[in-house]
């Protein structure tokens, strides 16, 4: 099956610019997340879909940070304005589902690394 | 405050010895914990899944075990190999404020298998 896509790959903007980021999941996964991933740590939930709406996004920054899920399937995350510390690896992962009892393992894509200067 | 934490940045073996890594959680009352293994560059690749109510999962030469009452998880690989190199990661399931489960990742352990 394929994986799940994301795009770009890399990006380089100047602090205080806008950039989005594009995932699409695994066919038929019905979670999706968005994870930040800063250099030398481990990835920390931003938001996560069930469908297409949002379960949670406890650690999003709502103020710069913004996230949709059109149709239950593709998803954009977008950063507007950006700061030097939103620096990372923006990674997009899905399951087929996800609870207590339905634990289900996650596809991650190979992440878009944003670099502010 | 809710933790969960890998028991070293680094860890450096000698090849066929047993990789042994250290998931410790506060907090936290996962139903099932997770381990993933990452490369440089690429995202996580999910290896091996444990509930609460199992002690021990194992898969090929990776063994879990999952202690509920010390709140730790165990990662072991036998007979290491330097493929075996790689970022390995905890990951636990938990209650976020929707009541919908989450699965939040500790830091990572890098393990260099040397020949």
């Known amino acids: 099956e394929a994986g799940v896509a994301q795009s770009p790959r890399y990006k380089i903007i100047e602090k205080r610019q806008s950039v989005a980021f594009w995932c699409n999941p695994i066919s038929g996964h019905a979670t999706l997340y968005w994870y930040q991933q800063i250099l030398g740590q481990g990835p920390k939930l931003l938001i996560q879909f069930q469908n297409n709406g949002v379960v949670d996004d406890s650690q999003l920054p709502k103020d710069r940070f913004s996230a949709e899920r059109l149709k239950g399937v593709d998803s954009t995350l977008k950063i507007q304005p950006a700061k030097l510390e939103d620096s990372a690896v923006y990674l997009c992962a899905s399951s087929f589902t996800l609870g207590r009892q339905g634990a289900a393992e996650a596809f991650f894509g190979q992440g878009t690394r944003l670099t502010v200067v | 405050s809710q933790k969960i934490e890998q028991n070293s940045e680094a860890l450096n073996i000698q090849e066929g010895k047993t990789a042994t890594l250290t998931c410790n959680y506060t907090n936290y009352s996962p139903a099932y914990l997770q381990w993933y293994r990452q490369d440089p560059g690429r995202g996580p690749v999910f290896l091996l899944l444990?509930?609460?109510?199992?002690k021990e999962k194992r898969k090929e030469r990776l063994k879990v075990t999952f202690d509920t009452t010390l709140k730790q998880s165990l990662f072991h690989i036998t007979a290491s190999q330097p493929a075996d190199s790689a970022t390995y990661l905890c990951?636990?399931?938990?209650?976020?404020?929707?009541?919908?489960?989450?699965?939040?990742f500790g830091s990572g352990t890098r393990l260099s298998i040397r020949p």
């Open positions: 444990i509930r609460e109510n199992e």
């Open positions: 990951a636990l399931e938990a209650v976020g404020y929707s009541s919908a489960s989450k699965i939040i």
